[in-house]
T-cell receptor, first 115, second 114 residues
Framework: NAGVTQTPKFQVLKTGQSMTLQCAQD?????MSWYRQDPGMGLRLIHY???????DQGEVPNGYNVSRSTTEDFPLRLLSAAPSQTSVYFC??????????????FGPGTRLTVL | KQEVTQIPAALSVPEGENLVLNCSFT??????LQWFRQDPGKGLTSLLL?????REQTSGRLNASLDKSSGRSTLYIAASQPGDSATYLC?????????????FGDGTTLTVKP
């Protein structure tokens, strides 16, 4: 198993550009999520999904869109990039959102800079 | 709102020492608590998951405990090694309609000196 994979690893955007951060998992996990990690602010949840076709907002959803058309993939779209979206983005997955099967596995991250 | 606190923010110990990292949370209605390790510039690696019904979990030199009533978890590292140097984060999943949400602490950065 490759686990959770993310592409690209690094990206530089100009203000106003759009892009999609890719996330995939091959563990048949139903639950997937996106976090951003910023110095002094820790990890914050952007969006999450409890299964194909079901998504919900996290703590900091503004400026981001997600969709979940398959169990394996959970892309994160930046609609119009802003410097405030400069961050490290992590995708995570778990078999279930709950209790015993709720162990989260993280991808290696995407380091995004918006100029 | 769930708040998770990890104290101290940084810890430096000599190699071979046993140590304890702390994690406190404000809402005891949780599904589980998970400890992670993060190396500089890398993603998070899962260390231990404790279900709400459990009191502790062990993996090798690591032992994590959970006391829901007091809102505390500890991560015990035995016989520390320089390779244990990293940032350690805890995360809790709170019971409720938004069960998918995890709240993370800011982490404790551990340095083990040879």
């Amino acid at each position: 198993n490759a686990g959770v994979t993310q592409t690209p690893k690094f990206q530089v955007l100009k203000t106003g550009q759009s892009m999609t951060l890719q996330c995939a998992q091959d563990m048949n996990h139903e639950y997937m999520s996106w976090y951003r990690q910023d110095p002094g602010m820790g990890l914050r949840l952007i969006h999450y999904s409890v299964g194909a076709g079901i998504t919900d907002q996290g703590e900091v959803p503004n400026g981001y869109n997600v969709s979940r058309s398959t169990t394996e993939d959970f892309p994160l779209r930046l609609l119009s990039a802003a410097p405030s979206q400069t961050s490290v983005y992590f995708c995570a997955s778990s078999y279930s959102a709950l209790a015993a099967r709720g162990e989260q596995f993280f991808g290696p991250g995407t380091r995004l800079t918006v100029l | 709102k769930q708040e998770v606190t990890q104290i101290p923010a940084a810890l430096s110990v000599p190699e071979g020492e046993n140590l304890v990292l702390n994690c406190s949370f404000t809402d005891s209605a949780i599904y589980n608590l998970q400890w992670f390790r993060q190396d500089p510039g890398k993603g998070l690696t899962s260390l231990l998951l404790i279900q709400s019904s459990q009191r502790e979990q062990t993996s090798g030199r690591l032992n994590a405990s959970l006391d829901k009533s007091s809102g505390r978890s500890t991560l015990y590292i035995a016989a520390s090694q320089p390779g244990d140097s990293a940032t350690y984060l805890c995360a809790v999943k709170r019971v409720g309609t938004n069960a998918g949400k995890s709240t993370f602490g800011d982490g404790t950065t551990l340095t083990v000196k040879p």
